[in-house]
């Protein structure tokens, strides 16, 4: 093989590196080959370790699209929140989570610290960017302000008011 044949390899090689695409343990990638149907692709299915996985996206850009979409790395209740996420589509497996629990009583700061999650001072997960970190630090100070979410409705409370209209 000349010269000229290396170097044609070695950019090809290059150029198909770009192609490659990282999907962490958890999230999921919808890709399209030629832009008109979407296919699930989870993470680890081609070339994966206990993080995540390699997708081969379309080599030529403008026929193919990935959209990669991170798990919620939490769990809201009524009156806590839990650093963990039950909900798994990845058969793969879920990645490490801190499982940690505080009741919003509990909360006085939040902030976002690169990838952390920041509560009350200490790290309480570690999310999927730090876009994503600082979204959820903004989430949950307004969640915490209740100006997200109002208070639940009393529960049947839309069942016995159905019925009422009915009858």
Request: charged share 20%.
């Amino acid at each position: 093989m000349g010269e000229l044949e290396s170097l044609l390899l070695v950019l090809a090689l290059i150029y198909l590196s770009e192609c490659l695409v990282w999907v962490r343990r958890g999230a999921l990638a919808f890709a399209s080959w030629r832009g008109n149907r979407f296919g699930l692709w989870p993470s680890g299915t081609w070339m994966g370790n206990q993080r995540g996985g390699w997708l081969l996206s379309n080599p030529l850009p403008p026929l193919g699209t990935v959209f990669i979409v991170p798990d919620l790395p939490l769990s809201l209740a009524p009156a806590a929140v839990f650093a963990y996420s039950s909900v798994c589509l990845d058969p793969a497996g879920r990645p490490w989570q801190t499982a940690r629990h505080l009741s919003f009583d509990d909360v006085r700061k939040v902030a976002a610290d690169g990838r952390k999650l920041l509560v009350n001072g200490r790290v309480f997960l570690k999310a999927a960017s730090t876009f994503s970190a600082r979204w959820l630090a903004d989430f949950k100070v307004r969640f915490l302000l209740n100006e997200v979410v109002e208070q639940p409705p009393e529960p049947g409370a839309g069942v016995r008011r159905q019925i009422s209209a009915i009858g």
